[in-house]
Nanobody
Framework: QVQLVESGGGLVQPGGSLRLSCAAS????????MGWYRQAPGKQRELVAS???????NYADPVKGRFTISRENAKNTVYLQMSNLKPEDTAVYYC????????????WGQGTQVTVSS
């Protein structure tokens, strides 16, 4: 079993910055992909950014150039640095991990609210 604990959400003004953190614990395989998804009210959950254990990253078009995903493999922790935040970034942000060990395993965090408003 794997547990994901997110932190760092909150209220920020447009143009501001926030940093989200997600610490994974439990039985974590070395080959994995960690990522951040978000879900705004009335919308489907969508990928924001992901990073694999080798450091390769992937970003959704709306956040390219504004968000940066990084990870510390020794701590099984993934970060999302969000800059130049816009009201449309308001959502619940969820941490996700996918691991390959014979088959794919997937786990989710509980979510953290990010609100961008003046």
């Amino acid at each position: 079993q794997v547990q994901l604990v997110e932190s760092g959400g909150g209220l920020v003004q447009p143009g501001g910055s926030l940093r989200l953190s997600c610490a994974a614990s439990g039985s974590i395989f070395s080959l994995n992909v960690m990522g951040w998804y978000r879900q705004a009210p009335g919308k489907q959950r969508e990928l924001v950014a992901s990073i694999n254990s080798g450091g390769s990253t992937n970003y959704a078009d709306p956040v390219k150039g504004r968000f940066t995903i990084s990870r510390e493999n020794a701590k099984n922790t993934v970060y999302l640095q969000m800059s130049n935040l816009k009201p449309e970034d308001t959502a619940v942000y969820y941490c996700n991990i996918k691991m390959r060990g014979g088959r794919w395993y997937e786990y989710w965090g509980q979510g953290t609210q990010v609100t961008v408003s003046s």
